[in-house]
């Protein structure tokens, strides 16, 4: 049987259990103190990271838990896995509710509540893969900071003891707009920190999270299909545990405007192509190198059952928004590496006055109500709110490919 957990452990991350268990630790009794008997929502608690938190959050007891996501498939599995856990604490007022945080029947539920004691944020369009289209740009604005803000606004009339958003190491110096959306995001939230504590992480890519490649390496094993990667492309990784646990210590123990991040060091990127090599061997077939999708689709097709040759097809990315490594901040921000074994912290953040934000986020909003705007226009809208974004656009997506 194969073990996910085990391997991202020996393959992946190669960390023998979380780089986090020394912070979580020492950090306990706050944690139980913030935690233990208070009310969470979590906003895209079905996604890995989202119930990677809840899964780090639940020891601490919270009094209840309600849980929103669009996939109400994701909440069943939410709810099977948490209640099939031996030991794991569900409190007795635990719902979970799929529909949109931008719904109205979400701000009825909110209101009734007369809002939570934590609430944790982690709906996103997080896919560089979003970015295809004027349609596809529109939607991830929509989602990533549009319908954010109305969140927000929610809030301050209900102002939690701590609020998260969710981040990505993609908004330090961002070369696509996923990456440019949640750094008006982290704005955003900062904007309003003067009327509740606000926090953020950005994190490397989540080992095997749901619509991630690697999750897909899994699919297309399932199916006989090829594995098809950039060879190029290195990344940072931290396992779904790690994700949630970054994300609770960032919410809980982060003072205001405070944005955390892994302590990972560059010698511990790795490519795509290293980890479906990896996982190929661990199930016993050597990768076969083939030098087109047309080919590895072919060899997968006439493979015979008990082939110890499987297809994999690597190419050299050329995908737009696509960036050939990660970095967790920029020049100029001030770091606190010190507080934490694990973690660093990007402190003294001020952020950017209300009306700036406001005016920029008007001028958004109206631009893409405007029928004829194109992507290129957004782009520009966006480059005038962040002088660091630089744009690459190369004209293709990872729609055009396996």
Not at 189 to 198: E, L, T
Request: hydrophobic share 40%.
């Amino acid at each position: 049987m194969f073990h996910i957990s085990k391997f991202i452990e020996e393959a992946v991350t190669q960390r023998n259990g979380s780089m986090f268990r020394e912070d979580l630790t020492a950090n306990w009794e706050r944690l139980s103190k913030e935690i233990n008997g208070k009310r969470v929502l979590v906003i895209g608690g079905a996604g890995t990271i989202g119930s990677s938190y809840i899964r780090a959050l639940l020891p601490f007891r919270p009094a209840s838990l309600v849980v929103v996501d669009l996939s109400e498939n994701g909440l069943t599995e939410l709810t099977r896995d948490l209640r099939s856990t031996y030991g794991m604490y569900v409190p007795s007022d635990y719902r979970t509710y799929p529909l949109s945080f931008a719904d109205p029947i979400f701000e009825k539920i909110f209101r009734t509540e007369k809002g939570f004691d934590i609430v944790a944020n982690f709906s996103a369009h997080k896919h560089v893969r979003s970015e295809k289209d004027v349609y596809s740009v529109q939607a991830l604005l929509e989602n990533n900071v549009l319908k954010a803000r109305r969140l927000l606004e929610l809030l301050a009339e209900f102002p939690p003891a701590h609020f998260f958003c969710v981040s990505t190491d993609k908004a330090a110096n961002p070369v696509n707009i996923m990456g440019a959306s949640k750094r008006v995001m982290e704005d955003m939230i900062m904007a309003y920190a003067d009327r509740f504590k606000v926090t953020t992480a950005r994190f490397a890519n989540v080992a095997f999270s749901n619509g991630s490649l690697p999750a897909g390496f899994l699919e297309r094993l399932m199916k006989r299909q090829p594995l098809s990667s950039p060879s190029d492309v290195k990344r940072y990784f931290v396992s779904p545990e790690e994700s949630g646990q970054i994300c609770l210590m960032a919410c809980i123990l982060g003072k205001n405007r405070e944005i955390f991040f892994p302590k990972l060091g560059e010698e511990q990127m790795m490519t795509f192509s290293t980890i479906a090599d990896r996982l190929l061997k661990s199930m016993g077939y050597e990768p076969y190198r083939c030098c087109s999708e047309e080919e590895a689709r072919k060899f997968a097709a006439e493979m015979p059952e008990n082939s110890r040759e499987y297809p994999v097809y690597y190419f050299t990315s050329d995908t737009t928004g696509e960036k050939s490594f990660e970095e967790f901040y920029v020049a100029g921000e001030r770091l606190d590496l010190e507080r934490f074994q694990a973690l660093g912290v990007i402190t003294g953040g001020t952020g950017r006055p209300m009306d700036e934000v406001e005016t920029f986020l008007q001028q958004l909003a109206n631009l893409l109500q405007q029928p004829g705007v194109t992507k290129v226009e957004i782009v520009q809208a966006l480059k005038s709110f962040l002088p660091n974004f630089e744009h690459h656009e190369t004209g293709k997506n990872l729609d055009q490919k396996m």
